[in-house]
């Protein structure tokens, strides 16, 4: 599906244009073609290949979809596959953006995500002194874009632990914390599975040989980068994190497990003594004094009951109870 | 056994040829040849290394079998041993495709492995213009296959670890689940096997200083190296996920332990707690008041059944039975 | 808010100056100035970008704050974030310092720290043949003074980690030693987080191109340097003396589990021997001659002690009890 | 003591000689000495370091032994220490070989292994056209044994985490194993010790600058590191599967805990539950109809027969007994 | 305190000397100084740099002390940092040796440690040949003297590590082996904050570009550093298996749990059967036939004995007593 497709010229919008009149507008050096496509079909992305002239691979892998990020050259021009993580109801949701990046045009190819990026086009075009610099503002607006919404899906995941870890620590360890916790796992390997790669491609934009495009913009580039090692670096802790609490809630389940064990010992002594006591005035020997005297039952009744009450205090003492 | 010995022309076929007039077209430089044979003789490899004029190291090699996968260059050419695998009925089948390219010539050596490359070749006779690339894009075709064939058995590990996750979080773990987890591992690292050192050397067929005869095909290549990629994440994303799933098994066995101890403890104070009322009443004194009222045993056994009852009820709400 | 704005020429301080004049003084080649600031209002920011010509990302990231740990080159002069860690009450506190360094400015903007760096300028403007060596000068005094206060941090937690392992020796494990250790695991990581970036930012002020602006001060840049690679080892170390230390507390978990259940096991016998020979002496055979024997009672009551005696006396032997 | 001392010339042998001839044919450009010593005193050392010239740092290194896995170059020539790795009857025994090569000359020294190069200095002189390459064709010869000789140990190995992993997974896990595990570990560590160090430093002798010695035999030396790599990798499989398998075992002999207490629980549920109605019916009130009951014994007899009877059959099916 | 000052030429010893006599034979290009200073207080050290000329840098390290080991280029001269670990009653106690090297001096300050280097020293003086090579010479006698005192350490913790191990497998775990382990695991940390930082300082005394001072002697430091790569191997080994050990150790003790929840049970048993016959016999029934029987009590105490006989039997096969 087609959402946009506006010819720039310097930093300011010509005019919303038709697929067809694209490579009337190529031509112009002026001026630069911004197209944003939304799950296109096949048909679509054949037209922007003969308009724009891509390379067969980019354009295969764009039409198949499910590529990792990367950042490759096709000659003069970049094709650039971005990762894109929305929080959705049970674990993360990724999607794809495919960006394709010429001397005077730039083609976005989104699927699998809710949100797109009218708000980065209208930004840019409130800034024509900076929309100026052409193409690779583009590229590295929708970066910058892609990039900056992956931290409210870190910060969610960091609230998720939170709440985990006070659940560990105040109360009674479970099989819900234990899920959650491997599932917060999963979900932070799948974030990283979105950044790291980009990461990793996006150094070749602003230091070493920069491609010709991005020539002029790498402070840009770099702080995309750095946010990128930002991203990496806190997931990279969480995990560390993720993993010190599943051990150290093992730890917390056998603290658990030496507790109940106590309080039953406890309770198991305050019923075995009685019994034991009463097993032998239940004996049947003919010569036993105390069961004649009149206050033999209260007073070992009684006795029962001060062993008990005795136990009962000295285990409240020891915390086993 | 020869599967096939095949001369091509400008992208076409030319004829099938018998193996003893390979060294007539070897020579004429504008056709190439492409060799498919399936564990062949002793007697079979011979006739090729005299008819391409192989190395001797690398036709050892391929006759001994069980090399690691590897791109080595002897001169001019290419000897490159890649690892199949299959889904096996226990565990994964790993076979080996050893293939030797020059400049005019392709010859692929497969063992221990079913699926051979009859429809690769059928696609690349399809497509004269690829093939035109030469031996080369033979070799691409090839390791392209290959790898291709790597994503069902990824995609099956995938499948089996969701399977025993299920499996762990709904209901009781048990000797299976921690044997799957074990068998998972096993598979990765056999998968791993296959697909790490191919990543490393496929690099050296896009990047830097490229062997001659790739030359021209570097993005064909650096397609297959990034596939390559994707399937070693994936294979340490799996990996670490199963870790974290043995010790997250570990947990929830630790808590299902904590809860047999309480049950059993609930169970137990029910019998014990009227045992000892009971042993009370055994006892012998002459002097027991209850015992000669005449609803003494009725509301003595009500007691033992009212306690019963309200230990029930606690241990209920408390989760232990 | 402002709190210091002095120029300086030769290593001596010139004259306390206006924000509005510091343009006047920056033209001049023989002096430089020395700006701190302490969470600057967007308006402050502003006149020192203006004044001084700093450039806009940069800016934005000291407005913003949240930065990591960083040394980025803009053109001649340098952006470089340090993050401050203080020991609080609950945790560590994390505060941040951005200096923009010019060939003849200095610009430092505190945020979210208690302590500021009057001393470092105090100890500066009493070694003049040290601060005439200019701004860059003054950048290492703030990079070794931000780095010095890692020490006391590191101290501290090292000592809390001597502490738990006395905790965990000696006595019994329980919850508190575990929380401990994973609050202490946290705190490592916030501490690892503000120092590992810039271990690895500061080594391009001292090897191989070095900017401009450090040419000469290239020894002490090294020292600070040296003292970060201190700081992340130590912390390494702890980190892995903290994951060894839970294991080792799992295992103390396990003994003293054992220890609880033989101490119960031992306890359950004392009871149980004498309530098996109560109940054979409580059964109702006609013909059981100890019954009527005269001594009957006594000398099993005495056969129970001594029973109980003897397992007391081999239980404390084999360290059950 | 002195094995062998041969000259040879075109790949042949020339005669055997003694080591007081050795400098005379060492002059002579067209031909080379292969002396193989076993555990040799300090005067054998001294003679040959005299008549070959060997540097004092790589001859003290020979005479104390117990040198890591190297290849250092003394100008022209090489000293290469290999550790030879035999199975032996508690866990495994490692030697050391000492290879000195020059131009002409290569000296092997073996001391702590039991097997020879004898079979390598036939299978050499039965390949004149080989032995023709000098005596870095010897050192290659000697590398590749040792190497070679590293596959059975490792597939000894192999077969013994076979062996652990089918008592683990088929019947009760108990000491035994555990011990078992470890000591497969420490066996990996020796191997490790020996393969690790010699796979980086062979890496010198194919690719990047090679010593002027090895020349023309790097397709030998890459096949040996090919070698290594392969040995590497196994051991590294196989520690992570020891590593894999002791945290198995563990959940394993949880879960046989788990299964121990249930077993406890149901065998004490099927006394207790009698006892507990013998109880009661062993009051002493005085008015218990069911005393008199003709049937009264047998009846409850009865009872308690079949609520055993039931909960049998109850805990088997839970899979308690 | 100064311990030895003394001018050499020539690789002989011409004389001690004082202190203030330094700057004389410091210009004197054919012979060097060697000075050696244990603990000195900072008169002492500021005579040293006043007559050497030495860096502030590198004299205010000495000073403070509590350096990393490092190796540091001062225009000309080197500055060395060296921890000695020596083995204390408790742990290991680490001191330092720093020493600086110039063109004709070297000045080694030793602080914290018992042991010198008079020996170093001696054996020097006992070898003018190679002495002549002057300072660095020097350098390389007392890193190396520095070096091999890591060795008996090494061995000792090795040794440490067997006796662990002994007791794990044979015999009863328990608190103290869980302690030796984690003790062993803090000195092999302590041991390698020594010579890691110093495998990694060393290597530029041998290879690539190596500082003016050491030419020449490449090969004695390339011995120092080959010698340190085996004490760092060692000490990750030795880690590598303490954890193992750490976590083999907790499987044992959780079989011993098993053992002695059978244990229990088995015992439990054998009094609770006879308990629940006793009971039994011990009901009011009007109507026991086998009360009346005269051998009604002596059988019933045979039963019980007999059904303990076999329980007894059967609990040994199962190895469960």
Known sequence: MLINCVAYQEGRKLAD???????????????????ALYEPTPEELETMQREF??????????????????????????FVVLHTVELAEKGLSVGEVDVFVGRNYVLSVRSRTERGFADV???????????????????????DAVVDRYFPVLDALEAELEEVEKRIFSGQSNRAIIESLYLLKQKLMTLKHATAPLQEASSKLYGGRVPQLCAGLQEYF???????????????????????AISVNLSLLTIQENEVTKRLAAYAALVAVPTMIAGVYGMNFENMPELNWSLGYPVTVAVMVAIDGYLFYRFRKAKWL
């Open 17 to 35: 244009i038709q697929p067809r009149e694209i490579h009337e507008y190529v031509r112009r050096p002026e001026c630069f073609i911004w197209v």
């Open 53 to 78: 002239g891509l390379h067969e691979l980019a354009v295969e892998d764009a039409r198949h979809g499910h590529q990792r990020p990367k950042i490759e050259e096709y000659g003069d021009s970049l």
């Open 121 to 143: 086009r209208a930004r840019s075009e409130h800034e024509p002194e900076l929309l100026r610099h052409g193409s690779a503002y583009v590229l590295y607006a929708i970066m």
């Open 222 to 244: 770099r702080d995309v980068y750095d946010h990128l090692i930002r991203v990496n670096q806190s997931i990279d802790s969480l995990r560390e994190m993720v993993t010190t």
